[in-house]
């Protein structure tokens, strides 16, 4: 597949599977190889892990919307920048809902092979949701 294709693959995943909770396509993106990288550690999840991910995220966040923003590919590679805004419905981190709609912006890099993701990670920013949901709080300067 050229880098185009890899860019609209991604961005049709995030469409028909991530914002929808749609788990019937999600074979025709996710392949039985897929791992997730964090912290250079490599979680091998393969469909049913990259399912169970999802709709996790989606009991937490049921009405999850990630805007693709701006997409960048090489070859089997696609870095995509998101903004993704969902509903705190469900507990987060230890933290209980709190009803407030959250906003972070973040990157994905994916690695496509064979038409399938094989490959995902990224970075998120965080702070700002968890200080919305008042997990965090600014400390006030001292006197």
Avoid: F
């Avoid at 805007?67 to 090489?74: K, L, P």
């Avoid at 399938?116 to 200080?131: Q, W």
């Amino acid at each position: 597949m050229s880098a185009d294709e890899n860019k609209l693959l991604i961005r049709r995943y995030i469409e028909e599977v991530i914002n929808t909770g749609n788990m019937d396509q999600i074979e025709n993106y996710i392949s039985p190889e897929y791992v997730e990288v964090y912290e250079g550690k490599r979680y091998p999840l393969g469909i049913a892990g990259a399912k169970e991910h999802i709709l996790g995220v989606r009991q937490t966040y049921p009405d999850l919307q990630l805007t693709v923003e701006q997409q960048i590919a090489e070859g089997e590679w696609v870095a995509t920048c998101i903004i993704a805004r969902g509903t705190h419905q469900g507990l987060w981190m230890g933290i209980k809902p709190t009803g407030k709609i959250l906003t972070y912006s973040g990157v994905n890099v994916d690695r496509v092979v064979n038409g399938r993701i094989v490959e995902h990670g990224g970075a998120a920013n965080m702070l700002v949701p968890l200080l919305e949901a008042g997990a965090i709080r600014v400390a006030a300067p001292s006197a």
